[in-house]
């Protein structure tokens, strides 16, 4: 006997699914400007500890002062994706929306980290090895690095379902993932192989303490600014993604009257 | 302190085009990346309203049945 | 018994339907109607398990479609808009391949060329599928159903579209068959079929968002 | 069990028959590509011969991700692969069928033709074992990565480029370990370690691919 009827209630889970980006746009917002300040307050110490205490290296003169940003990028670079990784595989068990948005979010300013790694490891490259590249394990695996971040963001924006585009999404990065530490030793490898061991950014053990210093600060600074950027990214995400639903159209609303006011 | 004079500092040893290209480079993707960010929040939110506008009547029919319905 | 719960569908950024609910026991017929775009083709693909609800579920035996896969796609025949021919291949290699690789392990040769020959394709069984008319290419996706008797649930998408009259009576005959040997069948169409008894019709058109 | 497995194994070898031109068609561009190269290093004996084994490597990726885009696309066109993925047998075993298909159509050409190609190179001939057996190994595992690629990439436009930017990155290990191959014999430190690892490579993508690609192919159906 077929009974056809229509459900008088929403199911809890079905609920509690609609609900989380809901309740995470308020948050984001309200979080990111306290990590955006704290990563300009962290990047004006760690600047100054790297400028003006940081002591010149007796080998490279004042070139090495790239140090702090060069590294930080590479770090983060490096993180953000497994981070991202880390999302999508969230996201693929348990099914949460928001865990894609939040990989998606992070894309671009991992990319963006990585290629100013690869930007700074040149410009440094120059003066110290008298050229702007070598096919050095580390430059080599952070740009293929930039084209899976490159390939993530392509697959991510080109398909235009976004249920589709988030599961995608997060199969490419976990790919990607499981992909980046064979990169890197296959690079290694071929790399030794070549060029033996003679150039290499292994920098000298006996860094001054300043000099760390200034590197770490540098890098909560970049974590914080990435952070923040995430989050303002993954509130423009969540509106998009849920622009049908009642709260959208609230915040929508709320929107357009600050703009009026402004204006 | 490091340096003897602000010039000092800005010629960076001799290394200034590296470290200050490097600085250069890193602030303006920076700057441009929030800028991107910024504009894309405002473009959003923009092209929502106006999607509700456009399709304000019939949003507003179909929402009241969906309302019934519940 | 196909069983779906609170379903809502969303296309793209569009809720084509919610709080759908359906029962569907053994003997039973149902004809998903409604105007173009209403969501008929989603509804189906949903009741195959091949795109997964928005919310709410679908369980078969009551057991939900993602926990039992194997078993209900045993028990699935799904013929859907395209008609899953290569036009390369022969309707007999296309109808081969379409049972070996669905899992119909005791469907050899001879039995496809029987359904072929009973749907009226003695003619074309060696020719490749490019050849064939719109109702031939049809009726090689609808030769599974003669093969298909041991699966209970058939799900058709627009079975009736490019067939001549007497091609119309005979797969409602087919289908009226199934329904009353215990099977089940949900269907989409626009035009009357003459069915043994009146299938039931699900308006998809009144859940619509 | 592996009914559909064989099933879609001996559909795809037919098919590829059936249109057996477009499979020389890979197999010219191999060539053309190898052959293109001593006019933009110039023909210096000694040069050829250091380059070759790379030549001949880079090659055969390109050739073989000229035809992946096509690994899934008729079938996602007409419906085939709505009722595979209906199939009660497991995906992974169809989606291995395919592979297994695309690899013996697309990439054992490859693998037979490039010994008679790299004598255009003066490749020592001790070294043509190992650059079969290197291609042997390494262009499985080119066909089960691609693979996952395709399926990820189907029916999205601009699918061809964007397939060619996911994939080829994650070609490059396996760039690495087969040219490295035939380097290290040269080189004289034997090509053992590097088929070794090519062979691992092959083993850890067989174990993982299937299922990715499976997966994506469920998703692009969405």
């Known amino acids: 006997m077929t009974t056809l009827t229509r459900a008088p209630v929403r199911s809890p889970e079905g609920l509690l699914r609609f609900a989380a980006p809901q309740q995470f746009y308020p948050l984001a917002g309200r979080l990111a400007p306290w990590f955006a300040w704290a990563a300009a307050l962290l990047t004006v110490v760690g600047l100054y500890i790297g400028f003006f205490v940081a002591p010149t290296d007796f080998q490279q003169g004042e070139v090495y002062r790239v140090i702090f940003i060069h590294v930080p990028a590479a770090w983060m670079s490096m993180f953000i994706y497994l981070v991202m990784a880390f999302w999508a595989a969230v996201g693929l068990v348990m099914n949460t929306r928001l865990s894609f948005i939040m990989s998606q979010a992070l894309a671009p300013t991992g990319a963006m980290f990585c290629f100013v790694a690869l930007w700074t490891g040149a410009v440094w490259g120059k003066p110290t090895w008298g050229t702007y590249w070598v096919w050095d394990a580390r430059l080599t695996s952070q740009l293929l690095l930039l084209f899976l971040y490159f390939g993530f963001i392509a697959l991510t924006r080109a398909i235009e379902d976004p249920r589709r585009a988030d599961r995608a999404g997060a199969i490419i990065a976990l790919v990607g993932a499981v992909n980046v530490p064979i990169i890197y030793f296959s690079v290694q490898w071929w790399n030794t192989l070549h060029q033996g061991a003679s150039v290499s950014l292994t920098r000298a053990p006996s860094m001054a303490s300043t000099m760390l210093a200034g590197m770490l600060i540098m890098a909560i600074a970049a974590w914080m600014y990435a952070i923040a950027v995430a989050l303002w990214r993954v509130r423009a995400l969540i509106l998009e993604r849920e622009r049908h639903t009642e709260w959208v159209g609230e915040v929508l609303a709320a929107e357009a009257q600050t703009q009026g006011r402004a204006r | 302190m490091q340096w003897e004079s602000w010039s000092a500092f800005w010629q960076m040893g001799g290394a200034a085009p590296y470290v200050w290209g490097s600085y250069g480079v890193t602030l303006a993707l920076i700057v441009a990346e929030l800028v991107l960010v910024i504009r894309r929040r405002k473009d959003t939110v923009n092209r929502l309203l106006r999607w509700r506008r456009a399709l304000g009547k019939d949003v507003g029919g179909s929402q009241a049945r969906m309302e019934s319905v519940e | ?209 | 069990m592996l009914s559909a497995f064989l099933a879609v194994l001996r559909r795809d070898l037919l098919l590829s028959w059936r249109g057996r031109a477009d499979l020389l068609v890979t197999l010219a561009f191999f060539v053309i590509v190898v052959c293109l190269f001593p006019f933009g290093v110039g023909a210096e004996t000694n040069q050829l011969r250091a380059i070759a084994p790379g030549v001949l490597w880079v090659a055969a990726l390109l050739a073989s991700l000229l035809s992946l885009h096509r690994l899934f696309a008729q079938d996602h066109a007409d419906g085939t692969l709505e009722q595979l993925l209906l199939s009660s047998e497991p995906a992974v075993l169809w989606v291995a069928g395919k592979i297994v298909a695309f690899w013996l159509t697309t990439g054992l050409p490859l693998v037979v033709a490039a010994p008679g190609l790299a004598l255009l190179f003066d490749l020592e001939q001790g070294a043509l074992p190992v650059l079969t057996l290197s291609l042997a190994l390494g262009t499985p595992i080119l066909a089960l990565l691609g693979a996952v690629g395709a399926a990820l990439t189907l029916g999205v436009r601009g699918g061809g480029m964007l397939l060619a930017l996911l994939v080829l990155p994650l070609y490059v290990p396996v760039l690495i370990f087969g040219a490295g191959a035939v380097d290290a014999y040269l080189g004289g430190t034997g090509a053992a370690a590097h088929l070794l690892l090519l062979g691992g490579g092959l083993a850890g993508a067989l174990a993982l691919a299937p299922w990715a690609c499976a997966a994506a192919l469920r998703i692009a159906m969405e």
């Open chain 3, 1 to 209: 018994m196909l069983q779906a719960t609170d379903l809502a569908c969303l296309k793209g950024d569009r809720l084509l339907f919610r709080g759908l609910a359906l029962t569907l026991a053994p003997g039973d017929l149902l004809r998903v109607a409604g105007p173009n775009g209403v969501g008929k083709t989603s509804l189906l693909r949903l009741l195959t398990g091949l795109t997964h609800p928005e919310a709410g579920e679908v369980s078969w035996q009551g057991v939900a479609l993602r926990r039992n896969r194997e078993r209900f796609h045993r028990a699935l025949l799904y013929l859907g808009h395209a008609a899953a021919l290569n036009d390369m291949l022969s309707p007999l290699e296309n109808l081969r391949f379409a049972c070996a690789a669905a899992g119909d392990e005791d469907v050899d040769e001879e039995r496809c060329v029987q359904a072929l020959v009973r749907i009226g394709l003695a003619e074309q069984l060696d020719l490749p599928a490019r050849v064939l008319s719109q109702g031939q290419r049809r009726r090689v996706g609808l030769a599974r159903l003669f093969l298909s008797a041991q699966r209970p649930l058939w799900v058709l998408d627009e079975p009736f579209t490019a067939l001549d009259v007497n091609a119309v009576a005979e797969l409602a005959t087919t289908l009226s068959d199934h329904c009353a040997a215990g099977g089940i069948v949900v269907l989409t169409t626009h035009q009357e079929a003459p069915f043994a008894r009146p299938p039931q019709v699900l308006d998809l058109g009144s859940y619509a968002c």
